[in-house]
């Protein structure tokens, strides 16, 4: 994942993916260390299941890109195909805790316009989720354009953890502020290799999808988060 094919200039950003992958994973620990790693048993099945799954597929977002910067590539391809189990695994948890916060607030028992909203988030995320993988892996022959898709499962997944992360680092921040803090900076992380493809020459999809879907889901948290379309949705979501 993390270099270009032989006859392009290299992109510094993709270059150094795995180190990006590594922040990304760090800020994921950093942000659920609260309620899900200090004490991952704590929580329940469904939440379990999914945070294990979401860390796995980091992690092998991380090794994947090491193996690509090492040109271990064999290795590389070989454990590639563990993502066909492991994202449906992601899709699979993320839907059921997404049914059960939309049915009684979740675990943490959120009021309900809170758990629509964050609903809202969620679904749009696994939809993008499924995308992304489904046309990264449809490239995996096509290294750059595969490299990008994949990259961008972890942009999209970041703005959970970096809310949570800002509200650690910065007690008794507005709920709004919080959010508009992670998403600009997640944003920001699908902009900056954007840009650095477009100074390159390089016209991908993948980062820009990505940051018209980051900024789309931002503006759109609530005019349509909060709406009576969405509101039905969720009701058939959670199956009243």
Known sequence: MATTMAGERKVPAMQS????????LAATLAGFWPSFFSRPFDNALPQLLHGIACTAWLALLLTQAALHRTRRLALHRTLGWTSVVLMPLVLATGAWVLHLMLVDGGQSKL??????ML?????GTLIFLLVAWSLGMARRKRM?????WMATTLIVVLPPA???LVMILVPGIAV???MTLAYG???AAALVPWVLDHRAGRRHAAFPACFVYVVGTYLALGPVGGSATWMR????????
């Open 17 to 24: 993916a795995w180190a990006w992958f590594a922040l990304g």
């Open 111 to 116: 009021p309900m316009p809170l758990a629509r």
């Open 119 to 123: 609903g809202f988030i969620d679904a």
């Open 144 to 148: 750059p354009e595969h490299a990008r």
């Open 162 to 164: 970096l809310f949570r």
């Open 176 to 178: 709004p502020t919080g």
């Open 185 to 187: 900076v997640t944003a």
């Open 233 to 240: 949705i969720t009701e058939w979501i959670a199956g009243r």
